[in-house]
């Protein structure tokens, strides 16, 4: 039943006779709202809706008490500083509450008005309405989700095409939560591992500076009074820390300069290259990261091809 709930939803939305018109001429105004809700906590938001009471109409299905509804000129980005992320854990709610409405028999265009609606991340809430209203169009599910590569990567948008393609949209959905919430778990592993070895990164680094900068002068002046020849290695150290002393600004633009660039050049197709070929090196004895980024990768591909090739 789900499943050819999805196959008519897909043709209504989809079908090559179905007029297009331009996503422009359908934008909706924004309305910026101010309600209560159960636990008395104030929720504050920007949303797209027709008119003012299709605003309070549906955050009293929310049982949500309205305090203020005014229309503004346009949405907030979001941070000050560019762009704001999208979590990963919002994309793993909103795939999960997708697949159990489309499973439910609610047409697609239902399921997102009602996702955007209750979305709370500010990156993922600006591109599901920029989806509603290219589906509303007559745009297919999966080309409106290329128009926002940060949000669904490549891997996410085949899947919705083939899923689309062989009316199994809840099944893929639900699997690609699934798959997301393991990324997203792993990720955190790997973040928290590595919180230590920063650290004492970072702590090290500090105390060699401090040690250079501040240390080392006062001896420095104690062996001038003794009036003894200094080893080579010693009068090294010390010129090292006269020049930390003296353009210790240097040294910290010379070391933000360097992280920016090695990010930067990451990015790059060479910078890419490299990673790829570091991740194909062996294993070392000793677990080495080059051939633990190997087997994460291995293992994340096979479970990427499993969401392909099983169906039920």
């Not at 109409?57 to 049982?63: D, I, K, T, Y």
């Not at 159990?100 to 047409?107: E, F, K, L, R, W």
């Not at 239902?110 to 589906?135: G, H, N, P, S, Y």
């Not at 997203?184 to 591992?193: G, W, Y």
Request: proline share 5%; hydrophobic share 45%.
């Amino acid at each position: 039943m789900a499943k050819n709930t999805v196959e008519v939803a897909n043709h209504r939305l989809c079908g090559s006779n179905a007029p297009r018109p331009t996503p422009e001429k359908i934008r909706m105004p924004h309305f910026a709202y101010t309600a209560i809700d159960s636990t008395g906590k104030q929720v504050k938001a920007i949303v797209e809706a027709d008119t003012e009471a299709t605003v309070i109409a549906r955050l009293r299905e929310q049982s949500l008490h309205v305090v203020d509804v005014a229309e503004t000129k346009k949405a907030k980005a979001g941070g000050g500083f560019g762009k704001k992320k999208m979590k990963p854990k919002a994309l793993v709610i909103f795939s999960r509450q997708f697949a159990t409405m489309i499973d439910a028999g609610i047409p697609i265009l239902r399921c997102m008005e009602i996702l955007t609606w209750q979305c709370k991340d500010v990156a993922l809430k600006e591109a599901l309405d920029q989806m509603f209203i290219d589906v509303k169009a007559g745009m297919p599910l999966n080309e409106s989700m290329i128009k926002h590569p940060t949000i669904f990567n490549k891997l996410y948008v085949n899947m919705i095409r083939a899923a689309e393609v062989g009316g199994i949209l809840d099944i893929i959905l639900d699997r690609l939560s699934g798959f997301l919430e393991y990324e997203s778990d792993i990720r955190s592993k790997i973040k928290a591992a590595m919180m230590y070895p920063v650290a004492v990164l970072c702590f090290s680094v500090l105390m060699l500076f401090g040690l250079f900068t501040f240390v080392l002068p006062r001896f420095k002046d104690i062996f001038k009074g003794m009036d003894i020849e200094l080893p080579t290695m010693t009068k090294i150290m010390f010129g090292i820390g006269d020049f930390m002393q003296a353009y210790w600004w240097v040294v910290i633009l010379f070391w933000v300069g360097m992280f920016v660039g090695i990010k930067q050049w990451g990015k790059t197709p060479s910078g890419k290259h490299w990673r790829i070929e570091c991740s194909k090196r062996p294993s070392k004895p000793h677990g080495m990261p080059c051939g633990r980024v190997r087997d994460y990768q291995c293992h994340s591909w096979h479970r990427a091809s499993s969401l392909r090739w099983s169906r039920t």
